[in-house]
Every structure is written in structure tokens, then in C-alpha cells.
């Protein structure tokens, strides 16, 4: 069987990689871009442990072929913090106590993220929706989508001009 070669762009960076064409755009990320931040956590887009952004809607990776992402864009957990400043969503996060075993934690944060570029002042039942595809088996929901809702007044704040 031949590999096929695939070009995108992820986060931010041109990227090329050869891959099987059944292979998924999870597995390409973590085992041909060494990106492991997205996990499999069921395998068939229940969960939402693998999400990431592809041209500006987020996905399940694990249900996307890898091909697909041949001359698209591509961003994953490891391409929210700007170096080594996190995004307020990846702070608030934190800060709220939004994560336990983390697992789940990169595709709500990506997902978050994707939310506060669409809406960015979402109501406490907004971001509830936007998450309801993100599932958590550790944390309950709340701490998750305070820290979403004290993200998006922070980033709100800095769009004020001064």
C-alpha cells in the first residue's frame, strides 16, 4: 500500500506528511507530527477528546481522514498558547480548577476557543451547547464553563482601546 503525501498548514506552520489512506487526521497529528495534545478518547466522535479547528470548524479529529486535510488548515491544542503565554481560556482553566486528569481538558480548550472566536460574550447556556460535544468523566460542568465565561470577559477587556 502507498502513502500518500499531504500538505497543510498546522498552527500557523506549513507541514507535510505521509500517511495511509484509511489513516485518521488524529493519528496523523500525534504519530506523523508528533502533536499529542489531542487524544482518542472513544474512537467514533462522542467524546470530543480529539477536537481540533480544520478551516475554521471544529471537528473530531478521529473521524476525519487525514487526506482530507490536504491544502487546509489545521489547529490543534498546541497551537493556542502564543509561545509561552497561554491563552486566557488555558488560564482560566487553571485558575478555576476546570481539570482533573486532563485528559479531555485539550479538546475543551480548543473547543472553548472556537466558541469565544465566534461569539465572544456567549451566555452561560451558550457555552453549555458549544460544550455539550465535549465530555468530561472527572470534573463536573460548572468550573469548565466559568472558567469559558471569565475567559471571554477577559478577552473582551482587552479589545477595549484605551
Known sequence: ?????????????????????????????????????????????????????????????????????????????????????????QRKFLEKGALQCGFCTPGFIVASKALLDHNPDPSESEVRYWLAGNLCRCTGYDKIVRAVLDAAAELRQERVPA
Open 1 to 89: 500500500m502507498s502513502k500518500l503525501l499531504i500538505s497543510a498548514t498546522v498552527n500557523g506552520d506549513a507541514q507535510q506528511f505521509l500517511c495511509d489512506s484509511g489513516a485518521t487526521l488524529l493519528d496523523a497529528l500525534r504519530d506523523e507530527l508528533g502533536l499529542t495534545g489531542s487524544k482518542e478518547g472513544c474512537g467514533s466522535g462522542d467524546c470530543g477528546a480529539c477536537t481540533v479547528v480544520l478551516d475554521g470548524q471544529m471537528v473530531c479529529s478521529c473521524l476525519v481522514l487525514a487526506a482530507e486535510a490536504e491544502g487546509r488548515t489545521v489547529n490543534t491544542i498546541e497551537g493556542v498558547a502564543e509561545g509561552s503565554e497561554l491563552h486566557p481560556v
